[in-house]
């Protein structure tokens, strides 16, 4: 499956706000930066893509880098203000299994599975 050059029309229609950035070093941290210097400009799952991060950022502090067109890069904001405390460790892991479901789809028919 390749990237599309002509865009994420999908995503695109679900989110109120996807921005595409041609290459940077973490698209969780420009979207951290971004909405704290304007909250109300990203809403609810506004996202940020590359196919080119230099400098990503995981769980335990684990480092990757996803070089120009070798995978699909993004962060997603969740803002869960009305969800209790003690139910947002599950919002890490419904966004995996939702991203998983999605890619799935995309690869049904090829040769590719996940």
Known sequence: MSIPDEGYPLAAAVSPRLQVS???DSTNADLV?????????????SLILTTDQRAGRGRLDRTWTAPP??????????????????????????????????????????????
């Open 22 to 24: 041609e290459t940077t």
């Open 33 to 45: 930066k971004a909405v704290a210097a304007g909250p109300e400009q990203w809403p609810h799952l």
């Open 69 to 114: 067109g070798t995978a699909l890069a993004v962060s997603v904001l969740v803002r869960v203000d009305g969800l209790p405390v003690a139910a947002r460790g599950w919002v890490p892991l419904v966004a995996g299994a939702a991203m998983t479901r999605a890619v799935r789809d995309q690869l049904r028919g090829t040769p590719h599975r996940v």
